[in-house]
């Protein structure tokens, strides 16, 4: 689901539009995966004297379980987003309730990136647009951060084909 159309002016363009790094979904896909292998065997198992209301049983425990554990944190995933334009960085999210901010290129004096051990193993980090009212605007687990940063840093500087050049696989 992309940014819409109406909520761009007339002569802005979107460089990026992205969710956060698949990364803060890890460890619940893995878990679900033996959630669901547990509920498999126990299904296998089930004793044939006890098969009609056992396997209902395991059944509706996984679901109730994978819902809260996955479905909910999927969803709110899915409905985080980065936009970049060339005006301007969008950040929304919420599933009932959406929270939307909009920071002005203009209004950007610094750009820091930060990746700790884990990001770099998933090629992802935080971006920290710090304003002249000194309260950073953080993105955090953006996908490939180096190439984000050179996007808004072409921007800064007016290089708009720069910024929309800089990764070369979109």
């Known amino acids: 689901m992309g940014l819409s159309k109406k909520l ?3 002569d802005e363009v979107v460089v990026r539009h992205m969710h956060t790094h698949i990364k803060v979904l890890l460890w619940r896909i893995v878990a679900v995966v033996l959630l669901l292998a547990a509920a498999i065997v126990g299904s296998v198992f089930v004793p044939v004297d006890s098969r009609k209301w056992a396997l209902s049983a395991i059944w509706i425990v ?13 969803l709110k995933w899915l409905s985080a987003t980065y936009t970049v334009t060339t005006k301007r960085i969008i950040t929304r999210s919420g599933i009932f309730q959406r929270v939307g901010h909009d920071l002005p290129l203009t ?24 304003t002249s ?3 950073p605007l953080l993105l955090h687990d953006v996908p490939n951060v180096e190439i984000v940063q ?13 910024a929309i050049d800089a990764d070369p696989n979109s």
Do not use: H, Y
């Open 133 to 135: 009212a000194d309260d």
């Open 62 to 74: 996984f679901v109730i379980v994978a819902i809260p554990l996955f479905v909910v944190p999927w």
């Open 150 to 162: 050179v996007e808004i840093s072409n921007l800064l500087f007016n290089d708009v084909q720069g």
């Open 107 to 130: 209004r950007i004096s610094d750009i820091q990136m930060v990746k700790d051990l884990n990001d770099r193993l998933f090629g992802c980090g935080t971006l920290a647009l710090q």
């Open 8 to 10: 761009l002016s007339k």
